[in-house]
């Protein structure tokens, strides 16, 4: 046993005189940021997240440019934008030549590889180390460690660095795992974007028990790490993906579903308790991971930017705006629906396009309350959310307009995030024509720029087509 414990802490040793830092990148899956303590949460518990944050970076204005599990992974891992990659649409691939953190990492010697949840492809796009899916239906979380410490451990006896991309199920419906006795769901505070019904209430338990337990993930990789004397070389990141999909988060371009939760500890820039308050992407990471851990990559590798000018407080904000968009085709119940969305955001306005607006918005949510809407005969077994808002015929004017909200949305969308962070009361009006107009032109030159000058020509041309 001696002889064990001397070898593991030689080899620990060894590790940290590469010079090289690990990587461990912890991914939730469909969780909107604000449940969590760092971000102002106050029902959901995020022990550890909370920690995370106090003792590291916080990012404020993260954003992802889509808000579907496929896009957003290949956006992560490439460091490139839907557009390039192809990934507008849910469940698509990205196209050939597209690079990865992989291709930058590995020829540096990192061991970079993906636990659990992968939703990205092909293989030669991203080429990961995979130590395997685990199970939605049971607490995934031991199975995880299991894997990580075999996989820690033969990086330490070959004395390579790692990379690990550990992506949770937790926070996707149906919720399946965590302790649904930690929330009493008629102690909830249901946010103002939502309409107050049991049914609602219900889910949220699910939803913040999923959380709980995904932040006891976090908990214990950290300490895993920290055992093994490597957290000083350890960069250290925990990430929400897009928002929830409880209604105006995922599957929209709302401030719910593009905002990503970000916290981090990075050995020698994160300064306890700091905030990065500029705009930053989800394409960003790689770019950063790259320049960080050494890599040289080369004109138009990445559409993302390096942040670490910003963990340092040098330079200048390295975006002047963020963009998002929603394809509602090739999505459950949804398939060949044509409803386009594109949004633009400062660090304090957001514009959402709705080019489309004449027709209606929909996804796998949301058709159970479109069909009540549109047949009242119809009498659903038993109700979703959304669908029990429909039921509840509620004589309050806000959620009514709730209700209508779901699937009908004006062409244009303009809030202002700092007195309106849930974008409740839209601001298109004349007092407002020189903000809309600066965002507008804006938001139209990028389309040109992608080449998605017209969104509703682009997704027609998805409709058929799989990739």
């Not at 959901?44 to 204005?61: E, Q, V, Y």
């Not at 407002?432 to 998605?452: C, E, I, P, S, T």
Request: net charge positive.
């Amino acid at each position: 046993m001696k002889n064990k414990i001397t070898l593991f802490l030689l080899t620990a040793f060894a590790l940290s005189l590469t010079g090289k830092q690990n990587v461990v990148f912890i991914l939730a899956d469909d969780m909107s940021r604000d449940t969590w303590g760092a971000y102002g949460g106050k029902d959901c518990k995020t022990p550890n997240i909370d920690r995370l944050a106090k003792d590291g970076t916080r990012f404020d204005r993260a954003y992802c440019s889509v808000a579907m599990c496929a896009p957003f992974r290949q956006e992560l891992y490439s460091g490139r934008s839907p557009w390039r990659t192809g990934t507008l649409p849910n469940h698509s691939k990205s196209v050939p030549g597209t690079k990865s953190i992989v291709h930058y990492l590995k020829p540096l010697g990192y061991r970079v590889a993906l636990l659990g949840k992968s939703h990205v492809g092909p293989h030669v796009c991203y080429p990961f180390e995979h130590l395997g899916d685990v199970s939605k239906k049971v607490d995934a979380n031991p199975e995880i460690l299991s894997r990580a410490q075999s996989f820690f451990n033969d990086c330490q006896n070959k004395e390579e660095p790692f990379c690990l991309f550990i992506g949770s199920h937790d926070s996707h419906a149906p919720f399946t795992t965590g302790d649904h006795s930690v929330y009493d769901p008629n102690k909830l505070k249901v946010p103002a974007y939502w309409v107050d019904t049991p049914e609602l209430r219900q889910d949220m338990v699910g939803y913040y028990a999923e959380i709980t337990n995904f932040d006891a993930l976090v908990g214990m990789m950290r300490k895993e790490i920290e055992k093994r004397k490597l957290w000083k070389n350890t960069i250290f990141m925990v990430c929400s993906e897009q928002g929830t999909q409880l209604p105006f988060a995922k599957w929209t371009c709302y401030n719910s579903g593009l905002h990503t939760g970000l916290v981090m500890h990075w050995p020698g820039l994160s300064k306890p308790g700091s905030m990065v308050e500029e705009l930053i992407t989800t394409a960003d990471i790689t770019p950063t991971l790259a320049d960080g851990l050494g890599v040289e990559l080369s004109k138009g590798d990445c559409d993302g930017k390096s942040f670490i000018p910003l963990l340092k407080g040098e330079g200048k904000p390295i975006h002047s705006y963020v963009y998002g968009a929603f394809t509602n085709c090739r999505i459950i119940d949804n398939r060949d629906r044509i409803y386009p969305i594109r949004s633009i955001r400062d660090k304090r306005y957001s514009l959402i396009y709705n080019p489309h607006y004449n027709l209606l918005t929909s996804n796998i949510t949301l058709s159970q309350a479109l069909r009540m809407l549109e047949d009242p005969s119809f009498q659903p077994k038993s109700l979703n959310p959304t669908g029990s808002w429909v039921a509840k015929n509620a004589k309050d004017e806000q959620d009514k307009q709730l209700v209508h909200k779901l699937h009908h949305r004006p062409e244009y969308e303009l809030y202002d995030l700092q007195q309106d962070p849930y974008e409740m009361v839209n601001l298109m009006g004349d007092e407002n024509q020189k903000v809309f107009h600066r965002l507008q032109k804006a938001l139209m030159q990028k389309l040109r720029n992608l080449g998605d000058s017209d969104p509703i020509t682009t997704e027609n041309r998805f409709i058929g087509k799989r990739n």
